[in-house]
Protein backbone atom coordinates (compact mmCIF):
# COMPACT_ATOMS: atom_id res chain seq x y z
CA UNK A 1 0.00 0.00 0.00
CA UNK A 2 1.18 3.85 -0.70
CA UNK A 3 0.74 5.55 2.56
CA UNK A 4 0.75 9.34 2.33
CA UNK A 5 3.98 9.69 4.27
CA UNK A 6 5.86 7.24 2.17
CA UNK A 7 5.21 9.41 -1.39
CA UNK A 8 8.03 10.61 -2.26
CA UNK A 9 8.33 14.59 -2.88
CA UNK A 10 9.21 14.33 -6.41
CA UNK A 11 6.19 13.89 -8.67
CA UNK A 12 6.25 11.55 -11.14
CA UNK A 13 8.73 9.22 -8.75
CA UNK A 14 5.76 7.67 -6.68
CA UNK A 15 6.53 3.73 -6.90
CA UNK A 16 3.58 1.81 -8.34
CA UNK A 17 3.04 -0.89 -5.52
CA UNK A 18 -0.17 -1.57 -6.93
CA UNK A 19 0.91 -2.01 -10.53
CA UNK A 20 2.73 -4.85 -9.72
CA UNK A 21 -0.63 -6.69 -8.85
CA UNK A 22 -1.04 -6.95 -12.72
CA UNK A 23 2.29 -7.38 -13.95
CA UNK A 24 3.56 -10.40 -11.62
CA UNK A 25 3.98 -13.34 -13.45
CA UNK A 26 2.31 -15.83 -10.34
CA UNK A 27 -0.70 -13.59 -10.64
CA UNK A 28 -2.62 -16.38 -12.90
CA UNK A 29 -6.29 -15.91 -13.24
CA UNK A 30 -6.27 -12.76 -11.24
CA UNK A 31 -4.37 -11.26 -13.71
CA UNK A 32 -6.81 -11.99 -16.29
CA UNK A 33 -9.60 -10.91 -14.35
CA UNK A 34 -7.88 -7.59 -14.08
CA UNK A 35 -6.75 -7.12 -17.73
CA UNK A 36 -10.60 -7.84 -18.71
CA UNK A 37 -11.75 -5.40 -16.09
CA UNK A 38 -9.19 -2.57 -17.74
CA UNK A 39 -10.42 -3.57 -20.98
CA UNK A 40 -14.36 -2.97 -20.44
CA UNK A 41 -13.75 0.32 -18.40
CA UNK A 42 -11.12 1.29 -21.53
CA UNK A 43 -14.02 0.59 -23.91
CA UNK A 44 -16.66 2.25 -21.78
CA UNK A 45 -14.31 5.71 -21.35
CA UNK A 46 -14.10 5.75 -25.42
CA UNK A 47 -17.51 5.40 -26.05
CA UNK A 48 -17.76 8.20 -23.76
CA UNK A 49 -15.66 10.71 -25.73
CA UNK A 50 -17.38 9.16 -29.02
CA UNK A 51 -20.50 10.11 -27.70
CA UNK A 52 -19.69 13.47 -26.01
CA UNK A 53 -17.88 14.77 -29.63
CA UNK A 54 -21.24 13.25 -31.26
CA UNK A 55 -23.50 15.05 -29.33
CA UNK A 56 -21.80 18.61 -29.68
CA UNK A 57 -23.69 21.14 -31.42
CA UNK A 58 -22.90 22.05 -35.36
CA UNK A 59 -21.37 25.45 -34.60
CA UNK A 60 -17.45 25.01 -34.53
CA UNK A 61 -16.56 24.84 -30.09
CA UNK A 62 -12.93 27.12 -30.70
CA UNK A 63 -10.89 27.69 -27.41
CA UNK A 64 -9.62 30.91 -27.72
CA UNK A 65 -5.38 31.45 -28.00
CA UNK A 66 -4.11 30.66 -24.36
CA UNK A 67 -4.19 33.95 -22.37
CA UNK A 68 -1.44 32.86 -19.86
CA UNK A 69 -2.33 36.78 -18.15
CA UNK A 70 -6.16 35.61 -17.93
CA UNK A 71 -6.73 33.31 -14.29
CA UNK A 72 -10.00 32.18 -16.42
CA UNK A 73 -9.26 30.76 -19.52
CA UNK A 74 -12.65 31.16 -21.59
CA UNK A 75 -14.06 29.17 -24.34
CA UNK A 76 -15.95 30.81 -27.04
CA UNK A 77 -18.53 28.97 -29.20
CA UNK A 78 -19.40 30.32 -32.48
CA UNK A 79 -20.51 29.55 -36.15
CA UNK A 80 -23.45 27.51 -37.00
CA UNK A 81 -26.23 29.42 -39.67
CA UNK A 82 -27.98 30.56 -36.62
CA UNK A 83 -25.04 32.73 -35.51
CA UNK A 84 -24.11 33.85 -38.80
CA UNK A 85 -27.65 35.04 -39.65
CA UNK A 86 -27.62 37.18 -36.20
CA UNK A 87 -23.89 38.81 -37.46
CA UNK A 88 -25.62 39.49 -40.69
CA UNK A 89 -28.49 41.51 -39.72
CA UNK A 90 -26.46 43.15 -36.90
CA UNK A 91 -24.09 44.42 -39.44
CA UNK A 92 -26.75 45.49 -42.05
CA UNK A 93 -26.79 49.24 -43.11
CA UNK A 94 -30.11 50.73 -43.06
CA UNK A 95 -29.36 52.37 -46.38
CA UNK A 96 -26.84 51.44 -48.88
CA UNK A 97 -24.28 54.32 -48.24
CA UNK A 98 -24.24 53.65 -44.59
CA UNK A 99 -20.94 51.94 -43.17
CA UNK A 100 -20.42 48.60 -41.50
CA UNK A 101 -18.16 48.55 -38.94
CA UNK A 102 -16.74 45.57 -37.02
CA UNK A 103 -16.30 47.27 -33.26
CA UNK A 104 -13.74 45.16 -31.18
CA UNK A 105 -14.09 45.77 -27.23
CA UNK A 106 -18.28 46.37 -27.78
CA UNK A 107 -18.64 45.53 -24.14
CA UNK A 108 -16.18 48.09 -23.11
CA UNK A 109 -17.05 51.73 -22.12
CA UNK A 110 -16.12 53.23 -25.40
CA UNK A 111 -17.16 50.46 -27.30
CA UNK A 112 -20.83 50.46 -26.34
CA UNK A 113 -21.37 54.11 -26.65
CA UNK A 114 -19.95 54.07 -30.03
CA UNK A 115 -21.44 50.97 -31.39
CA UNK A 116 -24.69 52.58 -30.12
CA UNK A 117 -24.28 55.57 -31.86
CA UNK A 118 -23.30 53.83 -34.84
CA UNK A 119 -26.78 52.13 -34.99
CA UNK A 120 -28.86 55.02 -34.17
CA UNK A 121 -27.78 57.05 -37.10
CA UNK A 122 -28.15 53.94 -39.67
CA UNK A 123 -24.62 52.38 -40.17
CA UNK A 124 -24.18 48.63 -39.41
CA UNK A 125 -22.26 47.27 -36.45
CA UNK A 126 -21.03 43.96 -35.05
CA UNK A 127 -19.22 43.59 -31.88
CA UNK A 128 -16.85 41.39 -30.61
CA UNK A 129 -15.56 41.42 -27.06
CA UNK A 130 -13.92 38.51 -24.91
CA UNK A 131 -15.88 39.74 -21.42
CA UNK A 132 -12.71 39.20 -19.62
CA UNK A 133 -12.53 39.99 -15.76
CA UNK A 134 -10.32 42.91 -15.70
CA UNK A 135 -13.17 44.58 -13.89
CA UNK A 136 -16.80 43.41 -13.03
CA UNK A 137 -18.11 41.30 -16.39
CA UNK A 138 -21.51 41.93 -14.89
CA UNK A 139 -21.14 45.41 -15.86
CA UNK A 140 -20.15 44.36 -19.20
CA UNK A 141 -23.08 42.27 -19.71
CA UNK A 142 -25.49 45.02 -18.55
CA UNK A 143 -23.78 46.89 -21.49
CA UNK A 144 -24.19 44.28 -23.78
CA UNK A 145 -27.87 43.77 -22.82
CA UNK A 146 -28.12 47.57 -23.66
CA UNK A 147 -26.60 47.19 -27.35
CA UNK A 148 -29.03 43.82 -28.35
CA UNK A 149 -32.01 46.33 -27.69
CA UNK A 150 -30.71 48.86 -30.38
CA UNK A 151 -29.76 45.97 -32.53
CA UNK A 152 -26.33 45.29 -32.00
CA UNK A 153 -25.13 41.93 -31.76
CA UNK A 154 -21.77 41.09 -29.93
CA UNK A 155 -19.83 37.99 -31.01
CA UNK A 156 -17.96 36.80 -27.84
CA UNK A 157 -14.29 36.07 -28.45
CA UNK A 158 -10.92 36.95 -28.54
CA UNK A 159 -9.16 39.11 -31.16
CA UNK A 160 -6.06 36.73 -30.98
CA UNK A 161 -8.53 34.19 -32.25
CA UNK A 162 -7.91 34.05 -36.16
CA UNK A 163 -10.10 32.12 -37.16
CA UNK A 164 -12.93 33.88 -35.55
CA UNK A 165 -11.41 37.25 -37.45
CA UNK A 166 -11.56 35.72 -40.51
CA UNK A 167 -14.99 34.11 -40.57
CA UNK A 168 -16.50 37.65 -39.37
CA UNK A 169 -14.73 39.06 -42.69
CA UNK A 170 -16.14 35.92 -44.74
CA UNK A 171 -19.65 36.82 -43.60
CA UNK A 172 -19.79 40.39 -43.55
CA UNK A 173 -17.22 42.57 -45.82
CA UNK A 174 -16.34 45.40 -43.29
CA UNK A 175 -15.99 48.56 -44.79
CA UNK A 176 -14.82 49.72 -41.58
CA UNK A 177 -12.69 48.39 -38.23
CA UNK A 178 -13.54 50.65 -34.71
CA UNK A 179 -10.72 48.81 -32.72
CA UNK A 180 -11.23 49.22 -29.42
CA UNK A 181 -10.48 46.18 -27.85
CA UNK A 182 -7.24 46.63 -25.22
CA UNK A 183 -5.79 45.89 -21.94
CA UNK A 184 -6.53 49.35 -20.56
CA UNK A 185 -5.37 50.70 -17.04
CA UNK A 186 -1.98 52.82 -16.48
CA UNK A 187 -1.43 51.24 -12.97
CA UNK A 188 -1.94 47.57 -13.36
CA UNK A 189 0.46 47.03 -16.12
CA UNK A 190 2.93 46.64 -12.70
CA UNK A 191 0.69 43.86 -11.79
CA UNK A 192 -0.14 41.88 -14.99
CA UNK A 193 2.22 43.17 -17.83
CA UNK A 194 1.36 39.83 -20.08
CA UNK A 195 -2.15 41.48 -20.35
CA UNK A 196 -1.50 44.17 -22.51
CA UNK A 197 1.23 42.21 -24.47
CA UNK A 198 -1.59 39.72 -25.10
CA UNK A 199 -4.09 42.67 -26.64
CA UNK A 200 -2.58 45.60 -27.12
CA UNK A 201 -0.24 44.16 -29.34
CA UNK A 202 -0.36 40.70 -30.25
CA UNK A 203 -4.15 41.31 -30.81
CA UNK A 204 -3.61 44.27 -32.74
CA UNK A 205 -1.22 42.45 -35.21
CA UNK A 206 -3.44 39.30 -35.31
CA UNK A 207 -6.75 41.74 -36.46
CA UNK A 208 -3.91 43.55 -38.98
CA UNK A 209 -3.22 40.88 -40.48
CA UNK A 210 -6.50 39.66 -41.22
CA UNK A 211 -7.56 43.08 -42.18
CA UNK A 212 -4.84 43.14 -44.53
CA UNK A 213 -5.40 39.98 -46.66
CA UNK A 214 -9.11 40.08 -46.76
CA UNK A 215 -11.25 42.05 -49.73
CA UNK A 216 -11.61 44.82 -49.60
CA UNK A 217 -9.44 45.87 -46.56
CA UNK A 218 -11.19 47.60 -44.50
CA UNK A 219 -10.02 51.57 -43.04
CA UNK A 220 -9.51 51.33 -39.68
CA UNK A 221 -9.93 53.55 -36.87
CA UNK A 222 -8.44 52.75 -33.24
CA UNK A 223 -7.97 53.78 -29.68
CA UNK A 224 -4.20 55.08 -28.75
CA UNK A 225 -3.70 57.62 -25.48
CA UNK A 226 -2.57 60.06 -24.00
CA UNK A 227 -0.50 58.53 -21.93
CA UNK A 228 2.27 57.94 -25.11
CA UNK A 229 3.53 61.78 -24.43
CA UNK A 230 5.33 59.61 -21.04
CA UNK A 231 7.29 62.66 -19.54
CA UNK A 232 6.92 65.10 -22.23
CA UNK A 233 6.86 68.21 -20.52
CA UNK A 234 5.67 70.55 -23.43
CA UNK A 235 1.70 71.39 -22.94
CA UNK A 236 -0.26 71.43 -24.43
CA UNK A 237 0.61 67.82 -26.46
CA UNK A 238 0.50 68.07 -29.95
CA UNK A 239 0.41 65.15 -32.08
CA UNK A 240 4.24 66.29 -33.13
CA UNK A 241 5.24 66.05 -30.18
CA UNK A 242 8.07 63.47 -28.70
CA UNK A 243 6.20 60.40 -27.69
CA UNK A 244 9.23 58.51 -27.38
CA UNK A 245 9.32 58.36 -23.27
CA UNK A 246 6.59 56.18 -22.22
CA UNK A 247 6.34 56.32 -18.18
CA UNK A 248 4.13 52.82 -17.72
CA UNK A 249 4.10 49.57 -20.36
CA UNK A 250 0.27 50.37 -20.86
CA UNK A 251 1.64 53.55 -22.62
CA UNK A 252 4.37 51.61 -24.51
CA UNK A 253 2.17 49.13 -25.93
CA UNK A 254 0.00 51.67 -27.07
CA UNK A 255 3.08 53.51 -28.23
CA UNK A 256 4.20 50.23 -30.05
CA UNK A 257 0.78 50.28 -31.61
CA UNK A 258 0.86 53.62 -33.53
CA UNK A 259 4.60 51.95 -35.10
CA UNK A 260 2.82 48.78 -35.97
CA UNK A 261 -0.05 50.97 -37.64
CA UNK A 262 2.73 52.52 -39.20
CA UNK A 263 4.06 49.42 -40.84
CA UNK A 264 1.14 48.16 -42.03
CA UNK A 265 -0.19 51.11 -43.71
CA UNK A 266 3.19 51.37 -45.15
CA UNK A 267 3.98 47.72 -46.97
CA UNK A 268 -0.02 46.93 -47.26
CA UNK A 269 -1.71 49.86 -47.79
CA UNK A 270 -3.99 49.61 -44.85
CA UNK A 271 -5.65 53.12 -44.18
CA UNK A 272 -5.26 54.16 -40.26
CA UNK A 273 -6.31 56.34 -37.90
CA UNK A 274 -5.03 56.29 -34.47
CA UNK A 275 -6.98 58.22 -31.66
CA UNK A 276 -5.18 59.42 -28.21
CA UNK A 277 -7.69 59.66 -26.13
CA UNK A 278 -7.41 61.79 -22.89
CA UNK A 279 -8.72 60.57 -19.35
CA UNK A 280 -12.49 59.38 -21.15
CA UNK A 281 -15.26 59.23 -18.49
CA UNK A 282 -18.81 59.26 -18.22
CA UNK A 283 -22.11 56.93 -17.62
CA UNK A 284 -21.37 53.15 -18.12
CA UNK A 285 -18.02 54.05 -17.66
CA UNK A 286 -14.80 51.85 -16.06
CA UNK A 287 -14.61 51.21 -12.72
CA UNK A 288 -11.01 50.79 -12.65
CA UNK A 289 -10.64 54.68 -12.99
CA UNK A 290 -10.37 56.90 -10.11
CA UNK A 291 -13.36 59.14 -10.84
CA UNK A 292 -15.46 55.75 -10.60
CA UNK A 293 -14.22 54.36 -7.26
CA UNK A 294 -13.63 57.54 -5.62
CA UNK A 295 -17.70 58.20 -6.63
CA UNK A 296 -18.22 54.46 -4.43
CA UNK A 297 -15.24 54.90 -2.07
CA UNK A 298 -17.27 58.51 -0.57
CA UNK A 299 -20.55 57.15 -0.90
CA UNK A 300 -18.74 54.01 1.52
CA UNK A 301 -17.71 56.44 4.07
CA UNK A 302 -13.90 54.89 2.58
CA UNK A 303 -10.52 57.24 2.70
CA UNK A 304 -9.34 58.24 -0.96
CA UNK A 305 -6.00 58.48 -2.07
CA UNK A 306 -5.51 61.71 -3.95
CA UNK A 307 -1.81 61.92 -5.64
CA UNK A 308 0.46 65.18 -5.63
CA UNK A 309 3.29 65.47 -7.36
CA UNK A 310 6.84 66.85 -5.49
CA UNK A 311 6.56 69.85 -3.40
CA UNK A 312 2.80 69.30 -3.36
CA UNK A 313 2.83 69.96 -7.19
CA UNK A 314 -0.79 69.67 -8.76
CA UNK A 315 -1.77 66.42 -10.83
CA UNK A 316 -4.05 67.08 -13.44
CA UNK A 317 -6.34 65.72 -16.28
CA UNK A 318 -7.75 66.50 -18.91
CA UNK A 319 -10.97 64.60 -18.42
CA UNK A 320 -12.71 63.99 -21.74
CA UNK A 321 -16.51 63.04 -21.79
CA UNK A 322 -17.78 60.55 -23.58
CA UNK A 323 -20.23 62.24 -26.19
CA UNK A 324 -17.43 64.20 -27.13
CA UNK A 325 -15.26 61.24 -27.43
CA UNK A 326 -18.12 59.18 -29.62
CA UNK A 327 -17.90 62.63 -31.93
CA UNK A 328 -14.70 62.52 -31.86
CA UNK A 329 -14.70 58.36 -33.31
CA UNK A 330 -17.53 59.16 -35.31
CA UNK A 331 -15.52 61.96 -37.14
CA UNK A 332 -12.59 59.63 -38.10
CA UNK A 333 -14.96 56.92 -39.44
CA UNK A 334 -16.51 59.09 -41.79
CA UNK A 335 -13.05 61.05 -42.96
CA UNK A 336 -11.63 57.76 -43.26
CA UNK A 337 -10.15 57.28 -46.63
CA UNK A 338 -10.36 53.96 -47.99
CA UNK A 339 -7.33 51.28 -47.87
CA UNK A 340 -5.44 50.54 -50.68
CA UNK A 341 -4.38 47.14 -50.84
CA UNK A 342 -5.48 43.79 -52.52
CA UNK A 343 -5.04 40.40 -52.32
CA UNK A 344 -2.51 41.02 -49.35
CA UNK A 345 -0.81 43.55 -51.56
CA UNK A 346 -0.19 47.55 -51.17
CA UNK A 347 -1.71 49.59 -54.67
CA UNK A 348 -1.01 52.75 -53.68
CA UNK A 349 -0.24 55.43 -50.68
CA UNK A 350 -2.66 54.90 -47.98
CA UNK A 351 -3.99 57.56 -45.07
CA UNK A 352 -2.06 57.35 -41.73
CA UNK A 353 -3.28 59.54 -38.94
CA UNK A 354 -2.86 60.12 -35.65
CA UNK A 355 -5.38 62.39 -32.86
CA UNK A 356 -5.74 63.78 -29.63
CA UNK A 357 -9.17 63.58 -28.55
CA UNK A 358 -9.06 65.57 -25.50
CA UNK A 359 -11.38 68.44 -23.64
CA UNK A 360 -8.30 70.92 -23.91
CA UNK A 361 -8.57 72.34 -20.04
CA UNK A 362 -6.79 69.78 -17.59
CA UNK A 363 -8.54 69.86 -14.22
CA UNK A 364 -6.53 68.68 -10.84
CA UNK A 365 -7.52 65.15 -8.80
CA UNK A 366 -8.15 67.26 -5.96
CA UNK A 367 -11.09 69.39 -7.84
CA UNK A 368 -12.04 66.35 -9.50
CA UNK A 369 -13.46 65.19 -6.00
CA UNK A 370 -14.36 68.37 -4.76
CA UNK A 371 -17.15 68.51 -7.30
CA UNK A 372 -17.95 64.71 -6.68
CA UNK A 373 -17.84 66.11 -2.97
CA UNK A 374 -20.77 68.45 -4.57
CA UNK A 375 -22.83 66.23 -6.35
CA UNK A 376 -22.66 63.67 -4.23
CA UNK A 377 -23.69 65.57 -0.90
CA UNK A 378 -20.88 63.31 1.45
CA UNK A 379 -17.60 65.03 2.16
CA UNK A 380 -14.58 62.83 1.34
CA UNK A 381 -11.80 61.15 3.53
CA UNK A 382 -8.97 62.43 1.60
CA UNK A 383 -5.53 61.01 2.11
CA UNK A 384 -2.99 62.96 0.47
CA UNK A 385 -0.27 60.99 -1.00
CA UNK A 386 2.94 61.88 -2.94
CA UNK A 387 2.32 60.40 -6.62
CA UNK A 388 3.55 56.80 -6.70
CA UNK A 389 6.45 55.32 -9.44
CA UNK A 390 3.55 52.95 -10.89
CA UNK A 391 3.34 54.86 -14.33
CA UNK A 392 1.32 57.68 -13.51
CA UNK A 393 2.43 61.21 -15.01
CA UNK A 394 1.45 64.69 -13.58
CA UNK A 395 0.03 66.34 -16.18
CA UNK A 396 -2.04 65.86 -19.44
CA UNK A 397 -3.33 68.46 -21.59
CA UNK A 398 -4.74 68.38 -25.42
CA UNK A 399 -3.89 70.21 -28.31
CA UNK A 400 -6.53 69.41 -30.29
CA UNK A 401 -6.69 71.46 -33.77
CA UNK A 402 -5.28 69.02 -36.04
CA UNK A 403 -8.90 66.77 -35.16
CA UNK A 404 -10.94 70.17 -34.81
CA UNK A 405 -10.06 70.96 -38.58
CA UNK A 406 -9.95 67.25 -40.16
CA UNK A 407 -12.39 65.26 -37.59
CA UNK A 408 -14.78 68.64 -36.86
CA UNK A 409 -14.10 68.02 -32.78
CA UNK A 410 -15.27 70.03 -31.02
CA UNK A 411 -15.86 69.10 -27.00
CA UNK A 412 -18.62 70.64 -24.97
CA UNK A 413 -18.88 69.22 -21.93
CA UNK A 414 -17.38 70.61 -18.99
CA UNK A 415 -16.05 68.12 -16.26
CA UNK A 416 -18.84 69.57 -13.89
CA UNK A 417 -21.58 68.53 -16.21
CA UNK A 418 -20.09 65.52 -17.46
CA UNK A 419 -19.77 64.02 -13.89
CA UNK A 420 -23.72 65.11 -13.20
CA UNK A 421 -24.35 62.61 -15.43
CA UNK A 422 -22.25 60.34 -14.62
CA UNK A 423 -23.38 60.53 -10.50
CA UNK A 424 -26.95 60.17 -12.10
CA UNK A 425 -26.32 56.85 -14.34
CA UNK A 426 -24.09 55.65 -10.93
CA UNK A 427 -26.83 56.05 -8.55
CA UNK A 428 -29.57 54.68 -10.55
CA UNK A 429 -27.61 51.71 -11.84
CA UNK A 430 -26.19 50.73 -8.63
CA UNK A 431 -29.69 51.80 -6.78
CA UNK A 432 -31.30 48.80 -8.21
CA UNK A 433 -30.32 46.33 -5.33
CA UNK A 434 -29.31 43.41 -7.80
CA UNK A 435 -26.33 44.95 -8.66
CA UNK A 436 -23.88 44.89 -6.07
CA UNK A 437 -20.72 47.60 -5.30
CA UNK A 438 -17.80 45.47 -4.62
O1 LIG B 1 -5.68 59.25 -21.00
C1 LIG B 1 -5.46 58.09 -21.16
O2 LIG B 1 -5.01 57.68 -22.19
C2 LIG B 1 -5.69 57.11 -20.05
O3 LIG B 1 -6.63 57.64 -19.16
C3 LIG B 1 -6.85 56.89 -18.01
O4 LIG B 1 -5.68 56.90 -17.21
P1 LIG B 1 -5.56 58.00 -16.08
O5 LIG B 1 -5.54 59.36 -16.66
O6 LIG B 1 -4.42 57.58 -15.23
O7 LIG B 1 -6.96 57.86 -15.31
P2 LIG B 1 -7.31 57.41 -13.84
O8 LIG B 1 -6.72 56.12 -13.51
O9 LIG B 1 -8.76 57.54 -13.69
O10 LIG B 1 -6.58 58.52 -12.94
C4 LIG B 1 -6.99 59.87 -13.00
C5 LIG B 1 -6.14 60.72 -12.10
O11 LIG B 1 -6.37 60.35 -10.74
C6 LIG B 1 -5.13 60.10 -10.09
N1 LIG B 1 -5.38 59.06 -9.05
C7 LIG B 1 -5.63 57.79 -9.41
C8 LIG B 1 -5.88 56.84 -8.46
C9 LIG B 1 -5.86 57.18 -7.12
O12 LIG B 1 -6.06 56.35 -6.21
N2 LIG B 1 -5.61 58.47 -6.79
C10 LIG B 1 -5.36 59.43 -7.71
O13 LIG B 1 -5.12 60.61 -7.36
C11 LIG B 1 -4.17 59.69 -11.17
O14 LIG B 1 -2.85 59.98 -10.81
C12 LIG B 1 -4.65 60.56 -12.34
O15 LIG B 1 -4.04 61.80 -12.27
C13 LIG B 1 -7.24 55.46 -18.37
O16 LIG B 1 -7.31 54.64 -17.22
C14 LIG B 1 -6.32 54.85 -19.37
O17 LIG B 1 -6.83 53.60 -19.78
C15 LIG B 1 -6.24 55.80 -20.54
O18 LIG B 1 -5.51 55.32 -21.57
Not at 353 to 380: D, M
Amino acid sequence: MLHIDSAPSTPGKVKMEKSSYFFTRGGGARWHYSLAKLTVWSFAFLALILIFFLRSPAPSTITSAADPSRRSLRNYNWGGSAWEKRVRASARARSSNGLTVLVTGAAGFVGTHVSSALKRRGDGVLGIDNFNDYYDPSLKRARQALLERTGVFIVEGDINDEALLRKLFEVVPFTHVMHLAAQAGVRYAMENPGSYVHSNIAGFVNLLEVCKSVNPQPAIVWASSSSVYGLNTKVPFSEKDRTDQPASLYAATKKAGEEIAHTYNHIYGLSLTGLRFFTVYGPWGRPDMAYFFFTKDILKGKQIAIFEAANHGTVARDFTYIDDIVKGCLGALDTAEKSTGSGGKKRGPAQLRVFNLGNTSPVPVSELVSILERLLKVKAKRNIMKLPRNGDVQYTHANISYAQRELGYKPTTDLQSGLKKFVRWYLNYYSDGKKAVE
